[in-house]
């Protein structure tokens, strides 16, 4: 049986004075052994003060007609399985631009979202296609713990196809079970082509630079996963800290923007 969801980043200097043979051997011994040297010298020089590249995340959406994010609130069911009585400013939601269209270039992209400690083992995880078609529904394990998760389109489901739009929708099962009154979220996202100029930039591994990359190409979900994923890899990285939280301020997400990071393994990024 199917549920709908959707309803509810020097030199040195030469001496040419006159020396015996003595102190011209001993200056040839030094001047052999400072020549030797400088070329270590200069590559330490290099080494330490080239500065490491540094990359800035920020979030350019493309200014075309593209489908909006929409959040859903948290349900009247909240208090059976849901606890936000230690942090009532934060609840149940998705982590999108509520103004900013909300695009991918993944065929199975990932949600992020903010999870408030819960007893619920299980979501409800629901995916529509263009005219409210049923696309894939499934059921995934839930981190328990208060913090930023991840939910992945599973590997096994229809990818989404370019230039079509999707609506998905999370809903917490609470007591193992999904009610039309659960607690639930969701959000829209269009597919679209990757440049392939952006494509050969791209590092083979998850890095600030990619994201960096996806963020000035208006991809938000590859742009908030994989600054996750390196802030997961790298919790006391300040670079990847003041870069996520920058992001989520800069779309009005300064709520959960110190939130901890809870977030599954790598997807389709």
Same mark, same amino acid.
């Given at each position: 049986?199917?549920?709908?969801?959707?309803?509810?980043?020097?030199?040195?200097?030469?001496?040419?004075?006159?020396?015996?043979?003595?102190?011209?051997?001993?200056?040839?011994?030094?001047g052999?052994?400072?020549?030797?040297?400088?070329?270590n010298?200069? &590559?330490?020089?290099?080494?330490?003060? %080239?500065?490491?590249?540094?990359?800035?995340? %920020?979030?350019d959406?493309?200014?075309?007609?593209?489908?909006?994010?929409?959040?859903?609130g948290?349900?009247?069911?909240?208090?059976?399985?849901?606890?936000?009585?230690?942090?009532?400013?934060?609840?149940?939601s998705?982590?999108l631009?509520?103004?900013?269209?909300?695009? %991918?270039?993944?065929? @199975?992209?990932?949600?992020?979202?903010?999870?408030?400690?819960?007893?619920?083992?299980?979501?409800?995880?629901?995916?529509?296609? !263009?005219?409210?078609?049923? @696309?894939?529904?499934?059921?995934?394990?839930? !981190?328990?713990?208060?913090?930023?998760?991840?939910?992945?389109?599973?590997?096994?489901?229809?990818?989404?196809?370019?230039?079509?739009?999707?609506? /998905?929708?999370?809903? &917490?099962?609470?007591?193992?079970?999904?009610?039309?009154?659960?607690?639930?979220?969701?959000?829209?996202?269009?597919r679209?082509?990757?440049?392939?100029?952006?494509?050969?930039?791209?590092?083979?591994?998850?890095?600030?630079?990619?994201?960096?990359?996806?963020?000035?190409?208006g991809? /938000?979900?590859?742009?908030?996963?994989?600054?996750? !994923?390196?802030?997961?890899?790298?919790?006391?990285? =300040?670079?990847? %800290?003041?870069? /996520?939280?920058?992001?989520?301020?800069?779309?009005?997400?300064? =709520?959960?923007?110190?939130?901890? &990071?809870?977030?599954?393994?790598?997807?389709?990024?």
């Amino acid at each position: 049986m199917k549920f709908n969801l959707f309803d509810y980043s020097s030199k040195y200097r030469a001496n040419k004075s006159r020396f015996s043979s003595k102190s011209l051997f001993g200056y040839t011994i030094w001047g052999i052994l400072i020549t030797s040297l400088l070329p270590n010298l200069a &590559i330490a020089k290099e080494t330490f003060s %080239t500065p490491t590249t540094q990359f800035k995340v %920020t979030f350019d959406p493309p200014a075309k007609d593209m489908p909006r994010s929409s959040v859903g609130g948290a349900s009247r069911t909240i208090g059976q399985c849901l606890n936000t009585t230690n942090d009532s400013a934060r609840s149940f939601s998705a982590l999108l631009p509520t103004s900013s269209p909300a695009l %991918t270039a993944a065929s @199975h992209p990932t949600i992020l979202a903010y999870l408030p400690k819960t007893s619920a083992q299980n979501v409800f995880f629901s995916w529509h296609g !263009e005219d409210n078609q049923d @696309h894939y529904q499934t059921i995934l394990p839930l !981190e328990q713990k208060a913090g930023i998760v991840s939910l992945n389109l599973p590997k096994n489901a229809p990818p989404l196809e370019v230039g079509k739009s999707y609506q /998905w929708a999370v809903g &917490i099962m609470c007591d193992g079970r999904l009610q039309p009154d659960s607690p639930m979220i969701q959000g829209q996202v269009k597919r679209v082509e990757l440049a392939s100029t952006v494509q050969n930039s791209l590092d083979d591994d998850i890095s600030l630079k990619n994201a960096a990359l996806y963020g000035e190409n208006g991809l /938000w979900y590859e742009t908030a996963a994989t600054l996750a !994923e390196l802030i997961a890899a790298e919790p006391n990285n =300040k670079n990847f %800290t003041s870069n /996520w939280q920058e992001l989520l301020n800069s779309v009005g997400l300064n =709520k959960v923007a110190d939130a901890p &990071i809870n977030i599954s393994s790598s997807d389709d990024r």
